[in-house]
């Protein structure tokens, strides 16, 4: 069997407001938006029936948006931790087989991320 890989990219925003500051650790609320690109090697399947069927499949660009909590801490000096816990959304255009027809549909997707960063804060 063929082995299709998908490579995923995003180009996105993202905004961070503090919630609340307790005991020097800050709540934050997260969101962002952008693009996600998905591209897939090889984009063509042959499938061995008689006629032979190929199977493209073409990159896509699609919007994301994602929302979330953090956490931050000032360590001293302009340094800081996060933490992060994201959820972002995205559609996608899916194909499938029902009997001998094909069916083209658009599907919604979520994806989580956690992230841990040390932080250099800038001051302007």
Known sequence: PARIEATFS???????????????????????GGQLHVDYSPSQLMLPTSPPIAIDFEPTT????????GLSRLLGGPLSLGLSVDRSFFPLGVSHRRGSEL???REFYANWSARVALEVGVGL
């Open 62 to 69: 699609e919007w994301i948006a994602s929302t979330g909590l």
């Open 10 to 32: 995003t180009q996105e925003l993202h905004l961070r407001v503090r919630m609340v500051r307790v005991l020097g650790t800050q709540l934050l609320l997260t969101g962002g």
């Open 103 to 105: 069916i083209e549909t």
